[in-house]
């Protein structure tokens, strides 16, 4: 059996750079599958009907952005989400010592 056909969706995506929510048209002009009637890979046919939901997904996540970008220009996350930083780019390790989080952490025996 040969299926041919268009396809087209909107994918939500998160941009991985400044973590904003996008979405992105995902367009399938010519999707054709080929589905095999006989042997180990046949398809089932239930009243003139085949579930091509296995086959679709599969196309989806392989043109699914691996790091979804927002903008190709995308700078990322604003200086005072990011924190204070020292020269090397490291966090200020004074900043962190306050933290509550790592308070708690540092309570911790091993």
């Known amino acids: 059996m040969l299926i041919q056909g268009r396809l087209?969706?909107?994918?939500?995506?998160?941009?991985?750079?400044?973590?904003?929510?996008?979405?992105?048209p995902l367009v399938f002009a010519q999707w054709t599958r080929h589905l095999p009637l006989e042997g180990e890979d046949r398809v089932s046919v239930v009243n003139d009907c085949v579930d091509l939901t296995p086959y679709i997904r599969e196309d989806i996540l392989l043109e699914f952005p691996q790091h979804p970008l927002c903008d190709p220009e995308c700078r990322g996350l604003p200086k005072t989400w990011q924190g204070e930083r020292t020269p090397a780019g490291n966090p200020d390790p004074a900043r962190l010592a306050g933290s509550p989080a790592w308070a708690e952490l540092n309570k911790l025996k091993f």
């Open 8 to 24: 087209r969706l909107v994918l939500a995506c998160q941009c991985v750079r400044c973590l904003k929510a996008f979405q992105r």
